[in-house]
């Protein structure tokens, strides 16, 4: 919105060109929806403990976790709507308004935080959230709809870019739907599995946000695409300002949702976050980047996996309890210490994720 108004103004007055920047705007993203969730969030927290939207604490009968987060139990959740509203508000005032990643990234997190929320209600009104089967469903239809957006686009190519290979490319063509389903599946289940410790999960997403605001701008800049041999994306850099936003938004988050939290991201939070980083990879094609990037959501999705398998082939736990994070707990971790090791992982991640840009 600020480039659409205050651009035209450049004509007269040479200091409203910086609104052209991404650069600049994304700043602003950033200070905006940083000091929105700052400000707003004794409000928020009032209104949360008012009308009792509380975490209920259930470790699914396994009674040392239980007892390692019986203290947690009465802290407000639901968090992750007020990343929502100010990525949302923050993104409207600084994005251009005529680039179509900016109106399909706010449909994936609307969607997908609008599910998160029916699934967080449904826990604290009845202890049971939605089933996982009709949650995959519901996800699925999410990224089927955005397939769908993205294979009809005239200018966005469908195909697959494989690290460390410059030249190795796979045209999906209408499959693409069914890879964006999967991405979106993946990317927010994984974020949703790793939100479990106090910060966790967000700081794990806003390291990742980083290297894909990064990305972004790099893929949507024709000179620095072709400089790095990678797809140049027409408008991708756009996705910066957006990026900056989250990133924004949950330093924010971050500064109360740290050990101990007052506040919890809660299903509306993890799964929209959690799809918006897919989706995002997707729009820039960086998808299996983001598996390395992602690294800690990787694990702990795979951790999960691999325990219900082991379960139901050969009777018996892989791990002394899923998500990984769990696991680490039990052997006698302390929270904070587990926080801190998953986040260094996670840069480690990161930067090897950046080196393969180079190595090809």
Request: charged share 15%; with cysteine; aromatic share 14%.
């Amino acid at each position: 919105m600020f480039y659409h108004l205050l651009y035209p103004l450049s004509q007269y007055f040479f200091v409203f060109n910086v609104t052209r920047y991404i650069t600049f705007r994304g700043g602003c993203a950033f200070v905006i929806s940083f000091f929105m969730v700052i400000l707003l969030r004794r409000f928020f927290l009032n209104k949360l403990k008012k009308l009792k939207i509380t975490e209920h604490i259930d470790m699914y009968g396994h009674v040392h976790l239980e007892s390692l987060h019986g203290v947690k139990k009465g802290t407000p959740t639901m968090g992750g709507l007020l990343i929502i509203f100010s990525v949302f508000i923050s993104t409207l005032l600084c994005a251009r308004l005529d680039n179509y990643f900016i109106w399909l990234i706010l449909f994936v997190m609307a969607a997908l935080g609008s599910l998160g929320l029916a699934d967080d209600y449904l826990k604290i009104r009845r202890s049971k959230g939605l089933s996982r089967t009709k949650k995959l469903i519901w996800q699925g239809i999410i990224g089927f709809i955005l397939g769908i957006f993205l294979v009809a686009i005239k200018d966005f190519p469908t195909t697959l870019n494989f690290p460390f290979f410059k030249n190795l490319v796979a045209e999906l063509g209408p499959f693409y739907i069914f890879w964006t389903i999967l991405m979106i599946l993946s990317a927010s289940n994984a974020v949703n599995f790793t939100d479990g410790l106090d910060g966790l999960a967000i700081g794990a997403l806003i390291i990742n946000f980083l290297i894909l605001g990064v990305l972004s701008y790099v893929v949507g800049n024709i000179n620095f695409a072709d400089y790095l041999l990678i797809p140049y994306i027409k408008g991708a850099g756009e996705l910066t300002v957006v990026c900056l936003a989250l990133i924004g938004a949950g330093l924010g988050f971050l500064w109360f949702n740290s050990y101990p939290a007052e506040l919890f991201m809660g299903d509306v939070g993890a799964l929209a976050l959690g799809g918006m980083m897919g989706a995002i990879a997707l729009f820039i094609k960086k998808e299996f980047l983001l598996f390395v990037s992602g690294g800690l959501f990787v694990l702990e999705a795979m951790s999960v996996i691999l325990q219900i398998l082991s379960v139901k082939l050969r009777k018996k736990k892989l791990f002394k309890a899923a998500p990984l994070h769990h696991h680490f707990q039990i052997i006698g971790w302390d929270e904070p210490k587990i926080i801190i090791r998953f986040w260094i992982i996670t840069i480690m991640c990161v930067v090897v994720a950046l080196l393969t840009l180079k190595v090809r």
